[in-house]
């Protein structure tokens, strides 16, 4: 299972990113796909996920500001993210989840870091 993230990068403070993370080794329409992210000194924390069917699941941590779909034909899943703030700056995590229920991580891409200035 390959997961590589890209789209991170240095913004300012009520900027927009989007990441993206192209998914190979897995029947990619079978797999819920979701986000974590790792602020500095900080756990690993959901942001988001999407089931096979392309529901979105959203936690709290960002205040409705990010929007996960996916493309099954690219087999690639997406977050955007609008009015960054620094406390957003960190790693943010591609993941296959083990099921559309919840996102119990089964598989980490290497992660693309995310920088929010003041």
């Known amino acids: 299972v390959q997961l590589v993230e890209s789209g991170g990068g240095l913004v300012q403070t009520g900027g927009s990113l989007r990441l993206s993370c192209a998914a190979s080794?897995?029947?990619?329409?079978?797999?819920?796909m979701g986000w974590y992210r790792q602020p500095p000194g900080m756990q690993r924390e959901l942001v988001a996920f999407?089931?096979?069917?392309?529901?979105?699941t959203y936690d709290e941590s960002m205040g409705g500001r990010v929007t996960t779909s996916r493309d099954n034909s690219k087999s690639t899943v997406y977050l955007q993210m609008i009015s960054l703030t620094p406390e957003d700056t960190g790693t943010y995590y591609c993941?296959?989840?083990?099921?559309?229920?919840?996102?119990?991580?089964?598989?980490w891409g290497h992660g693309t870091q995310v920088t929010v200035s003041s």
């Open positions: 993941v296959t989840c083990s099921g559309n229920a919840f996102c119990l991580p089964t598989n």
């Open positions: 999407v089931t096979t069917e392309g529901q979105p």
């Open positions: 080794g897995i029947t990619f329409s079978d797999t819920a």
